[in-house]
């Protein structure tokens, strides 16, 4: 199935664009913020319309409040569907910055490496030969600080969204390390 990315990927392209929208994007996610509830619904929304996402979808980082758990129900039911299930995948919020803080990216193409799983084969530099050896970035929304005041965000947010699939019986837990 097609996957729909909430804040952390439909969005960010949108971010990416110098739209009144793409700005307004980019700066709550510069910030370590996240999506106002309707802009990132209205993405959803948008999104499991496509033609991908005909015979279901899976959603990676959405709905990431109550209010977007209850609007996802109501979106779904819009087209037919609903929600099999939630998984909340529990990570350690030192191996979250670890993780994220190991992020680069090319600014040319756009591809996207891990310093510690997925590094590129010359350190610091782009795999693709059409970059020429361009050197890799840090995104703004992987610095240690952005990624904390994320995770604040999430844990303040999580608790009623686990009860609320909890209560439906639509909750797996999953414990990463």
């Known amino acids: 199935p097609a996957v729909v990315r909430g804040a952390a990927g ?4 949108q971010g990416a664009e110098d739209t009144e929208l793409g700005r307004e994007v ?3 996610l510069d910030r370590g913020q996240l999506a106002p509830d309707d802009l990132a619904c209205r993405t959803v929304k948008e999104r499991i319309r496509k033609r991908d996402c005909a015979s279901g979808c899976v959603f990676d980082g959405f709905p990431r409040s109550e209010s977007q758990a209850v609007a996802l129900d109501e979106i779904l039911g ?3 569907r609903s929600l099999m299930m939630a ?3 529990e990570v350690p919020d030192d191996e979250v910055v670890s993780r994220l803080t190991a992020r680069r990216m090319c600014p040319l193409c756009g591809s996207i490496y891990n310093e510690r799983f997925n ?7 782009c795999d693709n030969p059409e970059c020429e050896e361009q050197a890799l970035v840090l995104l703004d929304d992987d610095l240690e600080e952005v990624i904390r005041e994320r ?3 999430y844990h303040r947010n999580d608790a009623p969204i ?5 209560a439906q019986d639509k909750l797996r837990v999953v414990k990463a390390c």
């Open 151 to 153: 995770l604040r965000v």
């Open 78 to 80: 819009e087209v037919g």
């Open 26 to 28: 980019k700066a709550l």
């Open 87 to 89: 998984i909340n995948i």
């Open 162 to 166: 686990i009860q609320y699939y909890a």
């Open 10 to 13: 439909d969005l960010r392209q």
């Open 119 to 125: 590094p590129p084969r010359r350190p610091g530099l």
